[in-house]
């Protein structure tokens, strides 16, 4: 379980910024676990803002939505860099899905950071293939703080953290994951890819 770093301390003298990733497979709660930090601070009435790419646009427009229907109201946006500019003076700073973004997602996180904001990185890992998913591992070494999470195996039931397709596309984005996808185990995972 993640416990938040002291920012109470700093919080009054000096503002100081760090970034936090919450990474892991599809099924794992990454998104219920964003939501649940950015609820925290906002019941802090500390300043939030929550953005995510224009690409996802698997349920509504407007929010950062899990799959436990737990949303909070998040902009879309079409490049990374529209975030610095979009989040203002806000204190803590969510995305989700960054996974989507292009590599200048790592400078935007860094200038928010460097700016005293606290921002918060939700993604997925790795693609289907079990490949690291950039700009992923760049974020994770920038990161001061990062949680990965896991799913639950479907075929076997231990701790998953691979994304598997079931459907044959070739494209690296496939969304509608429920039907498409499956989350499993490294064993079950690569005993399905040797079909
Ligand atoms: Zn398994």
């Known amino acids: 379980m993640f416990i938040e770093p002291t920012f109470g301390k700093s919080r009054q003298s000096e503002k100081k910024g760090h970034i936090e990733v919450i990474c892991g497979s599809m099924f794992s709660g990454k998104t219920e676990e964003l939501i ?3 609820n925290r601070a906002l019941i802090a009435k500390q300043k939030v ?3 995510k ?3 996802d646009k698997r349920y509504h427009e407007l929010d950062v939505v899990s ?3 737990n949303a909070i109201r998040s902009t879309p946006v079409q490049f990374a860099d529209d975030i610095i500019l979009l989040a203002g003076n806000c204190e803590v700073v969510g995305i989700d899905e ?4 292009d590599d200048r997602i790592v400078n935007v996180a860094n200038v928010l950071a460097n700016s005293g904001k606290r921002v918060i990185l939700a993604g997925l890992d790795m693609d289907f293939e079990g490949n690291p998913f ?4 760049q974020l994770l070494a920038i990161a001061e703080y990062v ?4 799913a639950i195996c479907m075929k076997c039931g231990d701790l ?5 397709r079931l459907v044959e596309v070739k494209n690296k984005v496939v969304l509608g994951e429920k039907e498409s996808y499956e989350a499993r185990c490294r064993k079950c995972f690569f005993e399905g890819k040797g079909r």
């Open 36 to 38: 649940r930090r950015l």
């Open 49 to 51: 803002e929550i953005f």
């Open 53 to 55: 790419p224009a690409v």
């Open 67 to 69: 799959h436990n229907e």
């Open 98 to 101: 960054v996974q989507f973004f």
């Open 134 to 137: 950039d700009p992923m591992p």
């Open 147 to 150: 949680t990965k999470v896991h």
């Open 160 to 164: 998953a953290s691979y994304s598997y």
